[in-house]
């Protein structure tokens, strides 16, 4: 994966927003993969605290207590590509949206 570059050839800091959705996120692990061509990262925003794991959608990611921490409110990016499936687990229910970056 290249990530895309201005017309300096520097690594772009943006991207074009792509599809967006909300998984509905729990104490039980859901996912959501990834199906744009485009796609080579996603823009998480979680509603209560989340915990998230990326990986190849063939290996069917499980998030669990101990996965990578989203604070809630906050935006992160991570780089993702169409194949992946980002799951996500909360100890309470809330939403986690996601947007492909294109």
């Keep these: ?22 998984l509905a996120t729990s104490a039980t692990s859901a996912s959501y993969a990834v199906t744009n061509n485009s796609c080579w990262a996603v823009r998480l925003v979680a509603t209560v605290d989340t915990r998230v794991v990326i990986l190849p959608t063939a290996l069917t990611p499980v998030a669990t207590a101990t996965s990578t921490l989203l604070v809630a409110g906050l935006p992160e990016y991570f780089a993702c590509v169409k194949g992946e499936s980002i799951a996500a687990y909360s100890a309470g229910a809330g939403s986690l949206n996601i947007t492909e970056i294109i």
Excluded: I
């Excluded at 994966?1 to 909300?22: H, I, Y």
């Design 1 to 22: 994966m290249s990530l895309p570059k201005d017309n300096n050839g520097s690594v772009g800091q943006v991207g074009r927003l792509g599809a967006s959705t909300n």
